[in-house]
Each structure stands twice: as structure tokens, then as C-alpha cells.
């Protein structure tokens, strides 16, 4: 274990959340990386990557409990929960959706606490399910909306003539679960923000979440298979294949060679780093999938010197230092860009881009002591400016799991 290893441990017990009084939510438990007191499942699941490597340590299975007993009897599990057991987010909004990840986070804690499976399947079929329902649109593919995605001001339109067309889902007071003033000012504030446009959801197809549903059902299969719950498994297999192809016939731009969002009955030609989801979903032909392996190898797009960017460099929005979601490259994208090339034998190519980004990480580690939020793909001197500072959280990947996993 060497020093940014242990450096990444310590922090992440500083960031564990212990709450002063009693709450219904876990405690410790693993932390954001951030400041909210508040649990998010997009956060907490990625943590789980690196976390279940010292189970013993950290209170990793508590941390994904604590959605099981928050989850409504429909089978809504929040993206984001108070510490009082409450969503921060209505059932029937589409910003209350979560990236469905805690079958793949359960699966891979298996083999460090034993014994989960046959406890959170049914409450995980139960979310598939309500998801399934309520998210999905008639041509097949899911939709969700800019922070329900996780990628928050990622832009995923061609033109910003796209971003007002009809069809979304509208933005109301009734999505935010928090009362009176607070509610208020978060909402006038939301609506303010003209990079993240809250009414850009049901109207487009999304590539990530349809293949993050794919891959929910293909996790969901594998459990059941462990379980022995054959007719749950046929059904999860049968689905996964439904949802690939439709994301095949559908979100695969044929000019640009990359999987991309669905808008007015044709894929968007904008690449962002959804379109690599495919591959960790299984959904890639191989035929596609090399073409997905092309462009991150391509340092005039995804492969630049320091890991995978949120957009391609070549792309008009991209800004490496001050972007945010429009650039920097994160750890908890870039892993789930590994794991995918994992499954497509892309052993080589995974070990090259974890070991750039690892070793940019550990170079910023070096000189300012910390471990940050994201990073450029373009240089190791400095973190960019939008970048939180002990960020231990699913930052904590890069020392740990791309290490552990990629090079060793």
C-alpha cells in the first residue's frame, strides 16, 4: 500500500458523515466527498468500488441500506435523501431518478460481506420495476434529466435551438419535497440556471440511462441466477436484450461512429462521455465498441494525457479547467469506462488510461496533499477550478481501485 493509497484512507475517514444526534439514516456512513449531509446514490454507489476493498473499515453496507429503508412501498429509490429519511425530491419527478447502480455495487460487495444478495434483491427488483414504469419512453429508451443523470451542466443537445423543443416533462415547485422558504429559493434558483435546463428530459432519449438500465437488468439476471430464481432471471435476460437493441437501432450515430442521445427520431451527433455506457452495458456490437475503442484513442478527442474528459476536446464546449461536467475528466466516469473495456478485452487499453489518470492524480496529490473532485485531462500542475478539495467520495477510485484493479 503505498503513500497516495494511504493517503486517499485517511482522508475518507476524515469525510465519513457522523451525525450529532440520532437521524434515520445510517451512521457513520460514507460521505459525498462534498459537504451534504444528505445521501446520494449516484455517490454512494461508486464509493462502494473502492470501499468494499476495506469493508472492515468503512460502513459500506450500511451506506446502500440506507436506500433499501428509505425506498417507498411503490419501489421509488431517491437520487438524493435527507438525513431524516425523506427524499429531497418528488416520486413523480423525473429529478428524483437515480442511475439504478446498486445491483452493480451489490455484486461487486458480495465477495467482501457475504450474504447480501438474497436481502436486497427483491427491494432492487422493486426499483427496476417502478423505473421501468415511470421512465420509459414509448419508443423504448429512458429518460432522466441533468442532475438525475449525474452529469449535471454536461451539455447533450447539437444546438440550443434543441434545448426548448416540446415534449419535456415541465419543471415545478412539486418536485422539491423541501417546504416553505428553503423549497422556494432552491427552486427560483434551479430556474435560474440556464446550463442546466430542468425541463430537458422526457423528450429526448437518453443514451446513458437506457444503457444504465440495460445494465441494471443484466446485474439484476446474474443476481437472480445466484438466488435461483429462474423465471426472474429469464424475464431480466429478455429485457436486457430489448433494451440493447432498441439503444442499437436508435442512439448509434453512424457519422460520428459513437453512441449518442435520441432527438426527433435521429441520433444527436454531439459526443459526450455517456456514449461510452454501451460497453459496460454489454449493449456495444463489436463492431461499435471498436469504434468506441478508436475514439479513446484519439488525443484530438477522449484520449488526452491525463484521463478520459467529460467531452472531447475537440468538442466547442469544452473547457478542461472550468467546465465542470463540460470537460474535466472524472474518476467515477473514467472507472466505468474501464470496466467496460474490461469486457470487451480491452485489458491493454484499460491499464493505459488508468495509469495516465492515475498518475496525474498522484502528481496534483503530490503537491498540494489532497485528492480533488476532477481533474484536466490536459495537465497535472494544478486541479481545475471547479474541483472540490479531500474528495474521498469516488475520488477515492484512482488510488485505490486503479491501483488494485488495473496496476498491480
Not at 429519511?85 to 442511475?99: M, Y
Not at 455517456?274 to 471498436?290: D, H, M, N, Q, Y
Not at 479547467?321 to 470496466?339: D, F, K, Q
Amino acid at each position: 500500500m503505498n503513500a497516495f493509497y494511504q493517503a486517499a484512507l485517511h482522508i475518507a475517514e476524515r469525510k465519513l458523515f457522523r451525525d450529532s444526534e440520532p437521524t434515520k439514516l445510517a451512521s457513520p456512513r460514507l460521505g459525498t466527498g462534498g459537504k451534504f449531509v444528505d445521501i446520494f446514490l449516484w455517490d454512494t454507489a461508486f464509493s462502494t468500488f473502492w470501499a468494499r476493498y476495506h469493508a472492515d473499515r468503512f460502513p459500506v453496507a450500511e451506506s446502500l441500506d440506507n436506500f433499501y429503508h428509505c425506498q417507498t412501498p411503490e419501489g421509488f429509490i431517491s437520487r438524493q435523501i435527507c438525513p431524516n429519511g425523506i427524499s429531497k425530491w418528488a416520486a413523480d419527478s423525473t429529478i428524483g431518478f437515480a442511475p439504478p447502480l446498486l445491483a452493480w455495487a451489490e455484486l461487486e460487495l458480495e465477495p467482501y460481506v457475504p450474504g447480501r444478495l438474497a436481502k436486497v434483491f427483491e427491494p432492487l427488483l422493486r426499483q427496476h420495476r417502478f423505473n421501468l414504469e415511470h421512465f420509459r419512453r414509448p419508443d423504448g429508451l429512458f429518460f432522466s434529466d441533468c442532475w438525475g443523470c449525474g452529469m449535471d451542466n454536461l451539455p447533450r443537445w447539437d444546438s440550443r435551438s434543441e434545448v426548448v423543443c416540446a415534449g419535456g416533462i415541465p419543471f415545478t415547485r412539486h418536485a422539491i419535497t423541501a417546504p416553505g422558504e428553503a423549497g422556494d429559493a432552491l427552486f427560483e434558483w434551479m430556474n435560474s440556471q440556464s446550463e442546466m435546463p430542468f425541463f430537458w428530459n422526457r423528450q429526448l432519449g437518453w443514451c446513458d440511462t437506457s444503457c444504465q438500465m440495460a445494465f441494471n437488468a443484466l446485474n439484476l439476471a446474474e443476481i437472480a441466477r445466484r438466488l435461483g430464481r429462474t423465471p426472474e432471471e429469464r424475464e431480466l435476460r429478455a429485457q436486457h436484450r430489448q433494451i440493447a437493441d432498441t439503444v442499437n437501432a436508435l442512439c448509434f450515430n453512424e457519422k460520428t461512429g459513437f453512441y449518442s442521445d435520441f432527438l426527433n427520431g435521429h441520433p444527436l451527433a454531439r459526443r459526450t462521455i455517456c456514449g461510452f455506457w454501451p460497453l459496460l452495458a454489454e449493449v456495444a456490437t463489436p463492431e461499435r465498441a471498436a469504434k468506441l475503442v478508436a475514439a479513446l484513442c484519439d488525443p484530438a478527442g477522449f484520449g488526452r494525457s491525463c484521463g478520459i474528459p467529460t467531452l472531447p476536446a475537440d468538442d466547442p464546449d469544452y473547457r478542461p479547467e472550468s467546465g465542470y461536467a463540460r470537460g474535466p475528466a472524472w474518476a467515477h466516469t473514467n472507472y466505468m469506462v474501464l470496466a467496460g473495456l474490461r469486457k470487451y478485452g480491452e485489458t491493454k487499453l484499460a491499464r493505459t488510461l488508468a495509469e495516465r489518470f492515475y498518475r496525474a492524480a498522484e502528481a496534483i496529490w503530490q503537491t498540494t496533499g489532497t485528492i480533488w473532485e476532477n481533474y484536466s485531462p490536459d495537465q497535472c500542475d494544478r486541479p481545475p477550478e471547479h474541483s472540490g478539495r479531500d474528495f474521498c467520495g469516488w475520488s477515492a477510485l484512482i488510488p485505490i481501485t486503479f491501483y488494485r484493479e488495473f496496476l498491480c
